[in-house]
Every structure is written in C-alpha cells, then in structure tokens.
C-alpha cells in the first residue's frame, strides 16, 4: 500500500477518528474538545486540497479491499466525488466552527461532537464509494449518525420527529439494499464507471433492471426528499441549527442526490437508462417536488419550516438536471450540487442567529430586522436572491443551465416548471425580504445575551458571512478554473463520452 | 498432537466439580480462573486446526461405533470461539455482576452460577467436536439440563415456573432427538455422523428419523412456533444467565440441525421441507418482532427479539434443500450468511442482555418507562446497547449486515425472491422495536430518586462485546475463511 491506496481512507480517518475521540471526552473538556473538532476539520480540508491536487496531475486515488469474497470495499476518488467531497469537508469546517458558537450552553456537547463528525465521514464515504455496496454501507451510516443529531434536544416533539426520520430514511434504505443486492445477483460485481457500466447485460435483464432503478430511486429519493418521500424533511427541522443546516446542504439530502446521480450515470449509463425510458419518470418526479415543495413554502411561518421546504424543491434541481438528457441539463444538475449547498447553508446559519440570539423563529416576527443584523440579513439576502435565481449569484447559473438543458433536450415544458419555481421562490423569499429591511421593528428585541461589538457572537456571524460570500463568488466567478462550473462541465464531457 | 481436543471438554468439567466442593467465597476464583484457562486452549486449538487442518481422533482408542469421536472442522471451530469469547466476558461480568445483584437468595446464585455455567460450557464444547449422534444426544441433554439448572439459580417463584417450563421442553425436545438416532442406528448399525450420510436413502425411516430429529432440534433452538418457552425463561433469569441462553444455549442445537443438514440427510431432504422451514422462519421474524414491539418490559424485548432473530437462520435450509450440486456458489454463500448471523446475533444479543443487567443493577427494575434519562446517566451502557442493536438490524459495517447481505443475496440467486421481503421487513421491524426500546434514554431523566453506579469494568465487558458483533463485519472474511476449513457445508458427506 502507498500513499494512494491510502488517501481516499485517511480522508475518511480524519473525521472518523475525530469523532471517536471526542466521545470519550468529559463534558467539560471543551478546549480538547474544540481542538480536535477543528484539527479534525482542517486536516480533512488539507487532505483533500493534497488529492484534488494530485488529481488535476493526473494521479489517482483508490482503496480497495474484500468485505467477504466477491465484494470488494472500494473508495475511489473521481471528479463526480470530488464535487461532494470538497462541498462537505469545506462546509464541514464552517459548520463545526458555527456548532461549537451555537452549542455553548447546551447539555451533552461530546455525544453531539462525536456524531456530527461520524455525520460527515459517512458524507464524505459516500462520495468517495467506488461501487454499490459501499456507498450502500456509508448511506446507512449516515442514517445512523444523524438520528441522534436530529434528536438532540431529548425532547418528546425531538424524539418524534426522530421517529419519523427513521422511518423514512430505513424504509429507504431497506429499498436500496434491495436493489443494490440484486443488482449483484444478475451482473456480479461492479464499479461505478463514467458514463455507466451495465449497457453491456443482456437484454433479456432489462426488465429486472428497471426494476431494480425504481428501487434505488425510491430508496435515493427519500433522502432527497422527492415528494411524496419528503415527510421526514420539515418535521426534522426540530433538530439544533447546525445540524439542519448540515442536513440540508451536505450530508443527508445531497447524499440522496449524489445517489441519484450515481445510479443514472456511473451504474446505468444516462444513454442507457433513457434507452430503457427510466428518465422520463425521473424528470416528472423532479418537477412535480420542486414545484410542490415551493407551493408548500409559500404558506409557513416558521422559518426554518419554510427554509424546509424551499430545499425540498431546490434539491430536485439536482435529479432535474440528470434525468434530462445531454451535457448542458448535467452540468446544471450537477452544479446545482454545490450551489445549493452553499446557499441554503446560509441561509440556515441565518436562522440559528435569529433564534439563539434574540429567539426570532416566525417570519411575522422579523419586521426590521435587518436593522438589527444588518450584515446576517446581508448574507440571508444574497442566499434568498440566489435561490430565486437572480443573477450574478450562485443559483442563476444552476437556473441558466438547467433551463438551457431542457431546451437542448427537447422538453420545453420543463422550462415552464423553472419559471414557475422562480416565481414561487421570489413569492416567499421577497416578503421575508421586504420585512426585514423595509418594516419597521415591533419592539425592542429580546436579547438572549449583553449585545457585543458585533451584531452577533463572532463564531456564528462569521461561517455565514463566509457563505453569503461564497454564494456570490461562484456565481461571479462561475467562468474560473476552480469553479464549481468548471469541475461540473468536466464531468459532464466525461459521462457523454462514447 | 491431538490430545488437546478431550481438554477442551474436560478442563471445565473439573473447574465446575472444583467450585461444588470449593463453594463459597472460592467458587467464583476458580471459575473465572477455568474460564481464562478454557479461553486460552480454545486459541491453542485454533493455532492447531489453522497450521494441520481439520482433525479427528478416538478417544480411549476404541473405535467407532463404541469408543468416543472428536472431530473439529472450520465450523466446530468457530463455535468453540464463539463459546470461548462471549463465556470469557460473560464470567468477567458475573463475577462482580452478582455482589450488585438483589433479588432473592443473592449468595446462592453467586455460588451455584459457576458449576452450572461451567458445567454447560464443556457440555456446548463437547457438542461442538462431537462426531457422532449419540455422543451428541448425551451432551445435547446435558447442555439442556445445565441451562435449566442456571434459569433456576435465584428459585424465586416465576422463575420456578419458566424453569419447568424450559426444562419440560428441553426433554421433549431430547427425546424426538433420541428417538431419531435410534431409528437410524436400527437401520445402518452405525452412528458416526459421517459414515451415515454415506449410506442413508431416502427411504421411510430416514424420513422418519428426520422429521423426528428436526422437530426435536426446533423445539430446542425455539423456532416460531416452538418458542414459547423462550421468552418467559430468557427474561426471568439472571442478566448473564440470560446472555448465555440467548447468545450460546439456541445455537448449540442449531449447529446439530445444520451437521444432520449437511452430513447425515442431504439425499433425504426435499424442497417441501425445506420451504417449510423457510416458512416458519419466516413467521419467527414476523411473530417475534410483533411481540417484541409490544413489551413494556425490556428483557422480554431483548426475548422476543431473540425468537425473531433465529427465523434469519431457516432460510438456508430452502436455499439448499435437494440441491444436487454440492459446491455450489450459493450454498457456500447461504451458508457463510447463516454462520454470521450466528455470530453476531450471539455478540449482540449477549451486549444487549448484559446491558439489560447493567440497566437492573442501577435502576432496581427492567421497565422501559424507567429507562428515562439513561442516556445521560449512563452513557456507555446506552451505547453498547446502540452498538449492538446496529448488529441486530443489520446495518453496516456490522456483523448483522453482512449476515443479512450474504442471504438475501443467496435467496435472490436461487430465484426464490419470496423470503427477501422476510428479510427486509425484519430489518425493518428490528429497528422499530429497538428504537423504542432506545427511545426513552434519550428523554429528560424524571427527577426522583438516581441510578446507582455500576462497576465500571462491566461497562466495558458489555461494550467490548457490542464493538465485536461491529467488528466481526470489517473482519468478515478472515472469519468465513477459517470457518471454510474442512468443507463443512458440501453435499453430500462430510470431509472425511
């Protein structure tokens, strides 16, 4: 074993490792505890900046070895991988930094340390997992390592919504296991390749095999909330800020995502599976959630509720964009990975300084207050207008992209459904907009705290306005090299490939 | 070379004698002491089976059909580990377990837990190596009346009643047995186990002889619906005593189903049986984990979860019922699938049982409602518990996983797709009844009186056993190769 058989594990190894240690920490060993969590962070970040290196020369990255004979355990890095490895240890930091502010005064901070590293291990496992089974192996764990994030608070409302998260996301993956299991059966052992691996069966297994992509896709589609499999997402909004907002931009409704984009192009082939008229279905799914989920946001006054929603519609973009076919609707599914990400990252690191600061939770309570946060409510205001679509930030260029990809692709009217959630998500980001900067405030605001020099404590403010900022940037600079775009385009030439 | 292997029987035989006459405050010394010294020989076998291959030898010299057979193969093998690693943790544990403990006649159960506990550990060793069938009647009786004699040990009332109750099914049981091999040694004058197999048809006695013996062996490893002796003896034991049960005492007769299944029977079984075994399987995971979701009690969960646990073990009798070809790419599959989930149900369902102890210790009463704040107080315990109901459900990396993978991917390769829902649906209950028995330790504690402290080194039996049933996934391969050793599931005959 070298350096490169090895990176894909220690990548693994560094949050995992993390996450052990800080389990045996004592409750009051915070400085250790804030050491590790941001060693472990900063290492992952290092180990992977070390790969994507390595990779634009050229090299490759790989861990493999047999779980029991016949199935391999296989970490792989490719470009596809990279897209969510580098959003989740990225985000991964930022949001550490955002818990550690947010969780000052909460009970039992090891137990959540602990499985908020174990969280983004299984993120990371599953962008890294180089064939079904293993990404099978990191989906359930991320399952596992959530469960006790989403009912942190020990509450009776908390452990319900844990209840039904659990539900879901098992029933879920019990159709997963299925599928991946006899998917194994029929076709023996594979890897996930660009542009797919399984045209080659035989043709008398494509009934099997369409069977066996609506399994994985209703199993995926819990995760990405695909409605009418999104129940668990707003009740889990009971869960502590970070952790919603881990759950909505990284780990649990992009590992569905990725999984869709996994089983449409490096298992099935997107040539393939639309040979076989699995896409077709996909693409109504997709436009159906994210209509209905802008629908549904419109009408909550919980922030948070309504932050659910918008992610409910915004993560359908991802399958949207992969199940149309040709290069242009890829690459704006698969950017829409990353930007949507950021953006609503943001916007929940916004909400948990609302609510942790001055307990701001219902949208009718934020007359004015932008006065208050004026720089928190700058970078909410940039992640909202991207969400909305307008340019230069971030979700315009998913938006541009995936509206260009239906056209290329033959289906106007899925420019429609664009439209039509552009204008759902102006209908319900603008009027908490306009209320914040615009009204007038109630009162004084409750002040959870003494108000500091800054509008809210430094480790909250800061991870957000990194985000906001980042939203804008890779909007602005969607053109550059290192862009989300760019990587993005590079997968997309690959996965058309002959 | 080879006369280690009466050691592996006799050295706990004569700690469990050394601790009747001992008793008192020297019978747990000794016991622990046999305990580590039973251990250590078990991985001197292993060293020996792994560097000379598969063994047998004749005790006293004599021969079959008179003398005695021993035989260890990759299948005895892991047994005897298996037996070894939970029996070394589970004395750990009760060494100090019962000078906590506070139910009725404390002193008497501290003492006449070793001869017993002892006394089945050479009896299951016995089983394990045994090489032919009556050999394995005597220690399968032996192995009952020992768990009957441990079920009893505090002889407070309900305990009495589920004693009775157990050791009436365990007799019935032994006789079916009994009455099996005596039809077979009427017909072919031997009992070696493997010389049999050689010469049985499918005629109307072997038929017979197998119904009579399967039934027996069912009642014994309470398979739905010949479990309802389980539940009431599992749950009104003591804490390690029911880890013993659940984890070894259910297998032992499962190992002598799977022998008969693969030695002695091949050319007698058919189809039919095999989907009925499948059947009730099946209606174990259903019926068990039904049950199970309506306790209130926790060990009567952890009871009820192990009726459904043991219907994943029936699935591989339809897989290779009448099966022509002996090396079958499935057949090994089914077969390794089943050998794990052995394994880390017994791992698993041990934690989980020792847990449950721990929990008692503490909180002075095993229901649920109680549980509130466990999580809090007693984290370690709440997440050994967690660490093996992951196993139990069957999710990566765990043992459990691996299990369920290796057998849904057998059935799915046979075509008899029928029994994944079985399996599926059984993950899916296993998590619904082990998330509510989690639920209430992560509530807010009610104030009230607090936990009493625990030993800290029980704590960390129960956990290591939990990280095990985990761990035995990551290691799956290593672990199904040494059970491979000496071909033990070929058809037809053995590997002698």
């Known amino acids: ?498 | 070379m080879t006369s280690w292997l009466p050691l592996l029987v006799l050295l706990p035989f004569a700690g469990a004698v050394l601790c009747l006459l001992v008793r008192g405050r020297g019978a747990p010394a000794i016991g622990v002491a046999t305990s580590l010294a039973t251990a250590a020989l078990v991985l001197f076998a292993l060293w020996s089976l792994q560097t000379s291959g598969p063994v047998r030898v004749q005790v006293g010299g004599w021969g079959a059909p008179l003398g005695i057979d021993l035989a260890v193969d990759g299948l005895s093998m892991i047994h005897l580990i298996m037996t070894a690693v939970i029996g070394l943790f589970i004395s750990l544990y009760a060494n100090r377990y019962y000078d906590g403990y506070r139910g009725g006649q404390k002193d008497r159960a501290r003492e006449l837990f070793w001869p017993f506990w002892l006394m089945l550990w050479g009896a299951m060793n016995a089983l394990f190596v045994s090489a032919d069938l009556f050999n394995l009647y005597v220690v399968l009786e032996l192995v009952g009346l020992s768990a009957v004699g441990l079920v009893v040990l505090t002889g407070t009332r309900d305990v009495l009643g589920a004693g009775l109750r157990y050791l009436l099914t365990a007799l019935a049981g032994s006789m079916c047995y009994l009455m099996g091999v005596a039809l077979l040694y009427a017909a072919h004058g031997t009992l070696d186990l493997f010389a049999i197999g050689a010469l049985i048809q499918s005629d109307g006695v072997s038929r017979a002889a197998l119904m009579l013996m399967v039934t027996g062996l069912l009642m014994k490893t309470a398979v739905f619906p010949l479990h309802f002796w389980l539940p009431p003896a599992h749950a009104s034991a003591t804490a390690p005593v029911s880890a013993l049960l659940s984890a070894l005492v259910v297998k032992a007769s499962f190992y002598i189903l799977l022998r008969l299944w693969f030695d002695v029977f091949p050319g007698v079984t058919t189809p039919l049986l095999g989907n009925l075994l499948g059947l009730l399987g099946g209606g174990a995971i259903l019926w068990g984990s039904l049950q199970a979701l309506r306790q209130k009690r926790l060990k009567l969960l952890i009871a009820y979860s192990t009726v459904a646990q043991l219907g994943y073990l029936m699935f591989l009798f339809p897989v290779t019922a009448g099966m022509a070809d002996g090396s079958s790419l499935w057949l090994q599959e089914v077969s390794k699938g089943t050998v794990c989930h052995v394994l880390s149900h017994a791992l698993a369902k041990a934690s989980i049982f020792l847990s449950a102890g721990l929990f008692i210790l503490a909180a002075g009463t095993d229901q649920m409602s109680a549980m509130k704040g466990l999580a809090e107080r007693m984290p370690l315990t709440v997440f050994s518990m967690a660490l093996a109901a992951v196993s139990l459900m069957g999710l990566p990396p765990s043992g459990g996983f691996i299990a369920k993978w290796l057998i849904m991917h057998a059935v799915l390769g046979v075509g008899q797709w029928w029994w994944a829902p079985f399996l599926v649906i059984g993950g899916l209950l296993t998590a619904g009844y082990m998330f509510m028995m989690l639920r209430p330790a992560f509530l807010e504690p009610d104030p009230g009186p607090g936990l009493k402290p625990v030993p800290r080194l029980l704590e960390v039996c129960t956990l290591a056993l939990a990280m095990l049933s985990i761990g035995i996934g990551i290691s799956a391969a290593n672990l199904l190769n040494l059970v491979m050793i000496g071909n033990p599931f070929s058809i037809p005959g053995g590997g002698w």
């Open chain 1, 1 to 498: 074993m070298n350096l490169h058989e090895w990176l894909p594990l220690l990548i693994l190894g560094s949050s995992l490792l993390t996450g052990i240690c800080i389990f045996f920490l004592a409750e009051e060993q915070r400085g250790l505890r804030t050491f590790l969590n941001l060693a472990g962070a900063f290492i992952k970040l290092a180990l992977v900046v070390y790969m994507v290196v390595g990779m634009a020369r050229g090299e490759t990255y790989e861990t493999r070895f047999p779980i029991v004979l016949g199935f391999d355990f296989v970490l792989k890095a490719d470009s596809l991988s990279l897209l969510l490895v580098g959003l989740s240890s990225g985000l991964w930091l930022l949001t550490t930094v955002y818990a550690i502010g947010y969780l000052e005064h909460w009970k039992n901070r090891s137990r959540f340390f602990g499985f908020f590293s174990f969280c983004v291990t299984a993120s990371v496992g599953v962008a890294l997992a180089g064939n079904p089974i293993t990404f099978f192996i990191f989906y359930e764990f991320l399952t596992l390592s959530t469960y006790p994030l989403v009912i942190h608070r020990g509450s009776v409302e908390a452990l319900r919504a844990g209840r039904t998260y659990l539900w879901y996301t098992m029933a879920g993956g019990a159709l997963v296991f299925t599928g991946v299991v006899w998917l194994h059966v029929l076709v023996g052992s594979v890897d996930f390749r660009e542009a797919g691996v399984l045209a080659v069966v035989d043709p008398s297994l494509y009934p099997s095999l369409t069977l066996i992509f609506a399994l994985l896709i209703c199993g995926l589609g819990v995760k990405a909330a695909l409605v009418p499999l999104h129940g668990w997402l707003p009740v889990a909004m009971v869960a502590p800020a970070p952790v919603s907002a881990l759950l909505h931009a990284v780990a649990v409704v992009k590992a569905g995502a990725f999984g869709i984009v996994r089983v449409v192009y490096d298992l099935f082939g997107v040539q393939f599976a639309d040979q076989l008229g699995l896409l077709t279905p996909l693409t109504i799914a997709a436009s159906i959630t994210i209509l209905y989920g802008s629908l549904r946001a419109l009408t909550q006054d919980d922030l948070k509720k309504r932050l659910a929603y918008s992610t409910v519609s915004q993560v359908s973009y991802i399958a949207l964009g992969v199940s149309m076919i040709g290069a242009t609707a890829t690459i704006g599914g698969l950017v829409h990975l990353v930007h949507q990400g950021i953006m609503k990252i943001t916007l929940f690191f916004c909400a948990g300084i609302f609510a942790e600061t001055v307990h701001v939770k219902a949208i009718s309570n934020m007359n004015g207050i932008g006065r208050r946060f004026p720089l928190t409510m700058g970078a909410f205001t940039i992640g909202a207008l991207g969400m909305i679509g307008v340019p230069p930030v971030a979700g315009f260029i998913s938006k541009w992209y995936l509206g260009l990809g239906a056209m290329a692709s033959g289906q106007p009217w899925v420019l429609l459904v664009l439209l039509g959630s552009t204008a759902l998500n102006a209908g319900y980001f603008l009027p908490v907009l306009y209320r914040a900067w615009f009204r007038d405030p109630d009162g004084p605001w409750h002040e959870e705290g003494p108000v500091g020099r800054l509008e809210a404590p430094w480790m909250l403010l800061v991870p957000c306005l990194i985000t906001g900022l980042l939203s804008l940037l890779t909007g602005v600079f969607a053109g550059a090299d290192w862009s989300p775009l760019s990587l993005a385009r590079i997968i997309a030439m690959k996965e058309y490939l002959p």
